[in-house]
């Protein structure tokens, strides 16, 4: 009896559904959707996608307006508190506004991923690149610029190399501030990411 019991046990354990983790999209207004409703955002459009593609993952929109790369970093611990299959890190861009040091944004987003794969060691990295205002000047833009490839290649995430390719300096994409997406930019944001997101869940979820 015991024997039939742990048989029966064991098949249900082997049987039952595995729990997808989330795609934890870690970022600033550019994630949040600043000026926009939730839904027009990327992480939701992603969401969208991921649905018709037949994935369950949930999709968690961790952005937060003005954060930088140290501010990611003291939060990071807090949002591990759920599986995750897929960390979407783009931060960055309030480090190149406000001129803080690129070395130490790569030293922050070094350890922000590092602490997700220490909770979390199957978890996949799409990291999104930024760039830095023309009024930084080319020799500070090129070395925030240059961590984001130097740092895929180190801890071997995947690269988006600028999350705002097509919409950065296009009016009709971008809000009055000339910063910001429209909902329209969003869109374009997001199937560039998804570009990069879907092939990272085509294998078999992290156990």
């Given at each position: 009896m015991r024997a039939l019991y742990a048989i029966l046990l064991?098949?249900?354990?082997?049987?039952?559904?595995?729990?997808?983790?989330?795609?934890?999209?870690?970022?600033?207004?550019?994630?949040?959707?600043?000026?926009l409703s939730k839904d027009e955002a990327y992480?939701?459009?992603l969401a969208a996608?991921?649905?018709?593609?037949?994935?369950?993952?949930?999709?968690i929109n961790a952005g937060v307006s003005g954060d930088t790369t140290a501010g990611g970093l003291r939060r990071i611990d807090w949002l591990l508190r759920?599986?995750?299959?897929?960390?979407?890190?783009?931060?960055?861009?309030n480090d190149g506004l406000r001129g803080l040091s690129p070395e130490a944004a790569e030293t922050n987003l070094t350890q922000l991923i590092e602490r997700v794969r220490?909770?979390?060691?199957?978890?996949?990295?799409?990291?999104?690149?930024?760039q830095a205002p023309p009024n930084m000047g080319p020799?500070?833009?090129?070395?925030?610029?240059?961590?984001?490839?130097?740092?895929?290649?180190?801890?071997?995430?995947?690269?988006?190399?600028?999350?705002?390719?097509?919409?950065?300096?296009?009016p009709?994409?971008?809000?009055?501030?000339?910063i910001h997406p429209t909902a329209e930019g969003q869109?374009?944001?997001?199937?560039?990411?998804?570009?990069?997101?879907?092939?990272?869940?085509?294998g078999p979820p992290p156990r």
């Open positions: 064991l098949s249900l354990c082997i049987a039952g559904p595995l729990r997808a983790g989330s795609v934890l999209c870690v970022g600033d207004s550019l994630t949040a959707g600043y000026g992480p939701a459009q996608r991921l649905r018709a593609a037949g994935h369950s993952n949930e999709v759920q599986p995750v299959d897929v960390l979407v890190l783009a931060l960055g861009a220490a909770k979390h060691p199957d978890a996949r990295v799409l990291l999104c690149g930024m020799d500070y833009a090129a070395r925030l610029e240059a961590i984001y490839p130097r740092l895929a290649r180190a801890t071997g995430a995947t690269l988006l190399p600028f999350l705002l390719e097509g919409v950065a300096g296009v009709a994409l971008n809000q009055a501030d000339g869109r374009v944001i997001a199937g560039a990411v998804w570009a990069k997101l879907e092939p990272l869940l085509a």
